[in-house]
């Protein structure tokens, strides 16, 4: 098997810290001279972690493909296939759910927008998200390059399985092409250690780049919005997660925290689901014990439908939006904005602030006021980090769950 740099999550940690430290120290003390600061901020600190997530995007497509191509060209069964979309989708769905409503329930008890009365002012422009009918119709590429060129992961995963396919039941005329296929996935996994072992010093540069720009005085924006929803993707990935993880596999939850460090770092580095699958392919494959055919599939689909983290933000920002206005959502909208959550997630791009996008469709649903969205963008930095760390431990788990399910999870590999 391919080996990880040693220490990589230590020094990852390291380069975290050390970013922090000195992006915060750019930032407060005021002896720096600015153009200084400018130039740390743009040559260092922007360029580098830049770079670093460039490297990240430039593998996800010949990953994603031949991982997928690889696994289902090697199936016997194509019955299996069919059963792993099903539980996939079933599991994605619904944990988003559960994630949505958790954030109801405890923003209608703690009411975090009662008694709140902002000063920020409305965004200039209203981002423009995408409908359900544009996701739906994006899953059939008419242009294969182009979805490729545009990174459209649902595109890629369905032209995927669709080459895989024929690849399996040609493979006797082929003279067994699929195993070229087999083998240029080891070598793309070779590639993503290569990238990743660059780990500290491009979170260092992610983490520099955002204090320096930042500081840390968002916490004085909306404080009761930002605790109940920092607690509730806590609640979320530690108890959700570990009653389905226990419910359906019997692991142990522990192992499954202490794998996904690294892949969470990178989360909350990167802000983008996306830019992380190489590193929750490669965690869920070589740490987890998930077997290629089913995480080639679930992780890539899941970095772009499933978003738990996402929905939670957007079941907050709905109830701390309308207490803030004095209007009273019914129960019957309550259920609605679940399933509003529901389906926007899966429309929600995998990068940097694409939940603050489609919450205003939400938004707009109930006719709340979309200026108050200045309110949430304004504190949307460091809670996009946290919730991407959440969406991505979401595709982990339920990769596990739905390998485990089909006996494709190897157990001593878990728990090594
Ligand atoms: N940044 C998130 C992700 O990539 C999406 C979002 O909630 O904005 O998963």
């Given at each position: 098997m391919i080996e990880t740099p040693v220490n990589l999550t230590r020094n990852i940690l390291l380069g975290m810290l050390l970013g922090f430290i000195i992006g915060a120290s750019f930032y407060y003390l005021e002896f720096i001279p600015k153009s200084v600061e400018e130039f740390f901020a743009i040559y260092l600190f922007s360029l580098g972690g830049s770079i670093f997530i460039n490297l990240l995007k430039m593998l996800i497509i010949p990953l994603v493909f031949f991982s997928l191509v690889s696994g289902i060209s090697s199936l016997t069964s194509m019955k299996s296939l069919g059963n792993i979309t099903l539980k996939?989708?079933?599991?994605?769905?619904?944990?988003?759910?559960?994630?949505?409503?958790?954030?109801?329930?405890?923003?209608?008890?703690?009411?975090p927008g009662a008694g709140y009365s902002s000063e920020v002012a409305p965004p200039e422009k209203l981002p423009e998200g995408q409908g359900i009918y544009e996701t739906v119709l994006g899953i059939f590429p008419s242009n294969i390059i182009e979805a490729m060129a545009q990174n459209q992961m649902l595109a890629v995963v369905f032209f995927s399985i669709l080459f895989g396919i024929a690849l399996n039941k040609?493979?006797?005329?082929?003279?067994?092409?699929?195993?070229?296929?087999?083998?240029?996935?080891?070598?793309?996994?070779?590639?993503?250690?290569?990238?990743?072992?660059?780990?500290?010093?491009?979170?260092?540069?992610?983490?520099?780049?955002?204090?320096?720009?930042?500081?840390?005085?968002?916490?004085?924006?909306?404080?009761?919005?930002?605790?109940?929803?920092?607690?509730?993707?806590?609640?979320?990935?530690?108890?959700?997660?570990?009653?389905?993880?226990?419910?359906?596999?019997k692991l142990n939850v522990i192992t499954f925290y202490k794998k996904m460090k690294e892949v969470a770092i990178f989360a909350f580095s990167t802000s983008s689901s996306a830019a992380t699958i190489p590193v929750t392919l490669k965690t869920?494959?070589?740490?987890?014990?998930?077997?290629?055919?089913?995480?080639?599939?679930?992780?890539?689909?899941?970095?772009?439908?499933?978003?738990?983290?996402?929905?939670?933000?957007?079941?907050?920002?709905?109830?701390?939006?309308?207490?803030?206005?004095?209007?009273?959502?019914?129960?019957?909208?309550?259920?609605?904005?679940?399933?509003?959550?529901v389906v926007t997630s899966i429309g929600t791009a995998a990068v940097p602030s694409a939940g603050t996008i489609t919450l205003v469709i939400i938004l707009q649903q109930f006719g709340l006021p979309l200026e108050a969205i200045g309110i949430i963008l304004a504190v949307d930095r460091i809670l996009d980090m946290i919730r991407t760390s959440v969406n991505v431990t979401g595709d982990a788990a339920v990769a596990c769950i739905v390998a485990n399910s089909e006996n494709l999870l190897d157990k001593s590999t878990f728990n090594k």
């Open positions: 996939t989708i079933g599991l994605y769905l619904s944990t988003t759910a559960v994630a949505v409503s958790l954030s109801l329930i405890v923003g209608s008890i703690f009411q040609t493979n006797h005329l082929t003279n067994n092409f699929s195993s070229a296929f087999e083998r240029l996935n080891i070598v793309f996994m070779q590639l993503v250690i290569i990238v990743i072992s660059y780990a500290p010093i491009g979170v260092f540069c992610l983490i520099g780049k955002f204090v320096i720009s930042d500081g840390l005085d968002i916490f004085q924006e909306a404080f009761k919005y930002v605790i109940l929803l920092i607690i509730v993707l806590l609640i979320h990935v530690f108890f959700t997660y570990s009653i389905l993880l226990k419910m359906f596999t869920v494959q070589n740490d987890l014990g998930v077997n290629k055919n089913v995480s080639s599939f679930v992780i890539p689909v899941g970095a772009t439908i499933n978003m738990d983290g996402t929905a939670i933000m957007q079941g907050m920002a709905t109830v701390f939006i309308a207490q803030m206005s004095g209007i009273d959502l019914t129960l019957i909208q309550y259920v609605q904005v679940v399933i509003l959550a």
